[in-house]
């Protein structure tokens, strides 16, 4: 019985989410220029899952009902420390804001076909940078809200894995870019000092909330079946149809069989695909990549 096929496909997606947490920071103000620091630390379920949709070689071999091809990547917190640069006007303060951004991605693969499982994990705490803007405006002489831009950028990782078994491999590659958007809105209390010409001075804190999306995710999985094909090696050949390119669809057994399959004649798909061929340098026999023969 010949082995089971293995599938191939290609897929991709992103992914939105909550996000909620806490700021701190503490600025200076020298007549309408504020400038100064912030850090913040928030949770965040940004889970990208992405599942491909499988294609078949022709030739011999079932297909498995338990064939998968997913992907997953997850961010489940990340921070920011950010220098702050923005404009006062009474109430109000605009302000643009840029630094260190730093966080943990993962990245998981299930690629299950051709009797082969491929199952490559990683996780890791990444940095990278982040810049946007915002605006707040004081409710009480203590109290701000506000409201935040930030792009966030924490690298990327990726998986690769091979398995072989018999004429079957597979291959998978994987890989997720930790870039994404967040809006969020706040609340701060200030710890300004008594001079109140200059209210935007002091320490700060607070908590936040709002959304976020991104994390782009990408996967690729190849599975290939190469079978000994060469006309030398099998009996009973029966021409049984022929494919749109002209190729012969032969049933046949192997000489050390009894088995009856159906597939193609290795010497005649080397006139027209010899890409597909694979020979054996040690016997010279022949070998069809049902992969590449499409």
């Known amino acids: 019985m010949a082995p089971p096929r293995p599938g191939s496909g290609a897929s991709s997606a992103d ?19 504020v400038f100064g620091f912030a850090t913040d630390l928030q949770a965040t379920r940004l889970n990208t899952s992405t599942t491909a949709l499988l294609s078949y070689p022709p030739g011999p071999g ?7 091809a997913f992907t997953s990547s997850s961010i489940d917190w990340y921070g920011t420390l950010r220098g702050q640069l923005g404009i006062a006007n009474g109430p109000w303060l605009l ?22 499982t491929l199952i490559p994990q990683a996780s890791e705490v990444k940095a990278g940078w982040t810049a946007g803007a915002g605006v707040k405006y004081r409710v009480l002489p203590n109290v701000s809200v506000g409201l935040q831009y930030l ?26 870019s930790g870039q994404f958007h967040t809006v969020t809105a706040g609340v701060s209390w200030h710890f300004t000092p008594t001079n109140a010409a ?8 607070g908590i936040h909330g709002g959304g976020a999306w991104g994390n782009s995710t990408n996967a690729v999985y190849t599975g290939s079946q190469v079978f000994i094909s060469d006309a030398r090696l099998k009996h009973d050949i029966t021409l049984v149809g022929r494919r749109s390119d002209g190729l012969g669809v032969y049933a046949y057994k192997y ?7 159906v597939g193609v004649l290795a010497q005649e798909v080397a006139l027209i695909h010899p890409g597909a061929i ?12 049902y992969g590449v023969l499409n």
């Open 278 to 289: 694979v020979r054996d340098d040690l016997t010279g026999y022949l070998s069809v990549d």
């Open 255 to 261: 000489l050390w069989s009894d088995a009856v399959y």
């Open 15 to 33: 992914a939105s989410s909550w996000v909620a947490g806490g700021h701190a920071g503490y600025n200076w103000q020298q007549g309408a220029a």
């Open 151 to 176: 792009y966030v950028d924490l690298g990327g990782i990726g998986l690769a894995a091979s398995a072989s078994l018999g004429p079957n491999t597979i291959a998978l590659r994987s890989d997720t």
């Open 95 to 116: 302000y643009g804001t840029a630094g260190l951004a730093y966080g943990n991605l993962s990245l998981n693969s299930l690629y299950r076909t051709g009797g082969l």
């Open 62 to 68: 079932a297909i498995l009902p338990t064939d998968t």
């Open 198 to 205: 200059m209210p935007w001075q002091g320490g700060f804190a």
